[in-house]
Structure formats: structure tokens, C-alpha cells
């Protein structure tokens, strides 16, 4: 039996500025690909700030993950990609608040430039799907 794999880019989430999809998801196993600080309404970054484009980013993933059907207590990884590690400590205390006490294992890199203008950090994360 091979699996299948199933992508999707749920409404309410900002439009992927590449040819992707923000989720994929194969049985019980979630990836959600890089994720910026946009509103979902407006297109546009949601703030100069670390931790206000962290925060967004969250309230993203959550939305994808309920139409994969899970939610921030399901993730297992995070990839940080911050643009100034300078920016770590405002990012850990949004980090924090988003995802509240679970701690999912998690990497975080500083790096040269991301693809947009104002971004200060992008995300992605593995999950797994909620108990059925």
C-alpha cells in the first residue's frame, strides 16, 4: 500500500509567494513549509518587530494545523529562521506566549536574507495529526 501524500493551503492563511503549498500531510505526519509574519487578510506583514511577526506566524501555523487536524500541541519540531540572532530573546518570549507550555524539540538558525522585504524570521514546523 503506498501513502499518499495530501497538500493544501487552507483559507485564512497568507498566500504562499512561491509554487507550494503550505501543508503537506502523509498519514499522521504534518510539515509545514517556511511561514512569515503576513495577515492572511491584507497580504501585507504584520509588524516591524520580531515578536509581533512571531506571534502572527503562530496564530498561521494554528490555522493549518486545524485543517490538518491538529493544533500548536501536536507539533514535534520547529525550524526558526531569524534574520538577527540579536532578535532571539523578543522571538523565545512570543515564541512562549504562542505555544504555551508545550515545548516541542526545536532548531533555530540565524540567517543572511529571507525572500521579502521586512521579514524578520520565517518558521516551519513537523507535527503529528490529534488521536482519533
Same mark, same amino acid.
Given at each position: ?43 501585507? %506583514?504584520?509588524?516591524?518587530?520580531? =515578536? ?5 506566524? %503562530? ?8 485543517? =490538518? ?12 529562521? %531569524? ?30 536574507? %529571507? ?15 490529534? =488521536?482519533?
Amino acid at each position: 500500500m503506498r501513502s499518499r501524500v495530501e497538500t493544501l493551503t487552507p483559507p485564512d492563511t497568507p498566500t504562499p509567494i512561491g509554487p507550494y503549498s503550505h501543508v503537506a500531510k502523509v498519514g499522521e505526519l504534518i510539515w509545514i513549509g517556511g511561514t512569515a509574519g503576513f495577515d492572511p487578510a491584507t497580504g501585507r %506583514l504584520v509588524g516591524d518587530d520580531v =515578536a509581533t511577526q512571531t506571534r502572527r506566524i %503562530l496564530q498561521s501555523f494554528a490555522v493549518m494545523l486545524e485543517a =490538518a487536524g491538529s493544533d500548536l500541541g501536536h507539533v514535534t519540531h520547529v525550524n526558526v529562521f %531569524l534574520l538577527e540572532m540579536s532578535d532571539f530573546e523578543a522571538m523565545n518570549a512570543a515564541y512562549v506566549d504562542g505555544m504555551g507550555d508545550h515545548r516541542p524539540a526545536r532548531t533555530v538558525v540565524s540567517v543572511k536574507e %529571507l525572500p521579502k522585504p521586512g521579514v524578520l524570521l520565517t518558521m516551519n514546523l513537523t507535527a503529528v495529526t490529534r =488521536a482519533r
